[in-house]
């Protein structure tokens, strides 16, 4: 298991991260195997059940002893760029969060493109929700969440369902979020030897996902979609993210429509730091704070 001070950890990182030029068959698996080396080993007490969402939709409880604490359930969206990821890379982080949250999480294997490209993604997200909701899980328990790009599903999600006049959750939480497709500010530049996410990655995000689609659609960029009537969220960001600047915009574009939003800088931390929990306290003291933000409604 990877143990390594602080400061050794992004080099290390670095290190591990797949070529994104390699077939797309081969960079999941290498993504997967990344994810897997920082992830940690698997507690025994993590249960894992599988439902169908619909024929193509597969979704996960997972569930710890802690979560017998609450009956909120945590609506979890998984990274890898909307081109890899799955719930089985990203268990260990779903165990963390239930055991911060007191709660279950039901986290979704959405479509990945390049084979589905927007707005699979964001279809899967609102059919995880009525899912959720069809089951008789009213939406004051269900609290949405994801990290990179499933804190963007998280938000276009939330979009689409008020659009179409839905009952929303009360709350959101976003982990390092996608929220701006043309990758703009200058942290892009700024933060790349401070980052172990890179601007050709964020330029294949963008050619995977979307293919010809306008990267200003505010259903793909949050950014520049209408804000207004969302529920209160929790983001947070590392300062040597690249794309902290596009946070940051979105985070004051949201306060001005009035939409209640607690948001944490996190001084010297890297893209989605707290997948990193097994290495660096940071990690572990990011995803501990969601216990409070959730008690807070």
Not at 36 to 43: D, K, L, N, S
Not at 124 to 143: C, P, Q, T
Not at 164 to 172: H, N
Not at 278 to 289: L, M, N, S, T, V
């Amino acid at each position: 298991m990877i143990r390594e001070a602080p400061e050794d950890i992004l080099t290390i990182i670095r290190s591990f991260v797949p070529d994104t030029r390699k077939p797309i068959a081969t960079v999941r698996q290498d993504f997967a195997a990344f994810y897997h080396e920082f992830q940690g080993e698997i507690a025994g007490d993590i249960r894992q059940d599988r439902f169908a969402i619909r024929e193509d939709l597969t979704g996960y409880w997972i569930s710890v002893p802690e979560s017998k604490a609450t009956d909120r359930v945590i609506l979890f969206f998984h990274s890898g760029g909307f081109t890899a990821g799955s719930t089985n890379d990203h268990l260990g982080f779903c165990a963390r969060l239930a055991r911060a949250a007191r709660a279950s999480v039901f986290s979704v294997d959405y479509r990945l493109a390049p084979e589905h490209v927007f707005p699979a993604a964001v279809h899967d997200a609102m059919d995880a929700y009525r899912f959720l909701l069809s089951n008789g899980i009213s939406a004051r328990r269900i609290v949405p969440a994801g990290i990179a790009a499933g804190g963007n599903l998280v938000v276009t999600m939330l979009i689409g369902l008020r659009d179409e006049g839905a009952v929303l959750p009360q709350a959101a939480i976003c982990f390092s979020p996608i929220v701006d497709l043309l990758f703009t500010g200058e942290s892009v530049q700024q933060n790349t030897d401070k980052d172990w996410l890179t601007p050709a990655r964020l330029a294949s995000i963008k050619s995977g996902y979307l293919a010809a689609h306008d990267p200003a659609d505010p259903a793909a960029s949050p950014t520049y979609a209408q804000l207004r009537g969302l529920p209160r969220m929790y983001i947070q960001a590392g300062s040597h993210e690249l794309l902290f600047d596009s946070i940051s915009a979105f985070v004051d574009k949201a306060r001005w429509a009035g939409v209640p939003v607690k948001y944490e800088v996190w001084e010297g931390m890297f893209h989605c730091w707290q997948l990193f929990a097994e290495q660096i306290p940071e990690g572990r003291e990011a995803i501990a704070g969601i216990g409070p933000f959730m008690q807070s409604f």
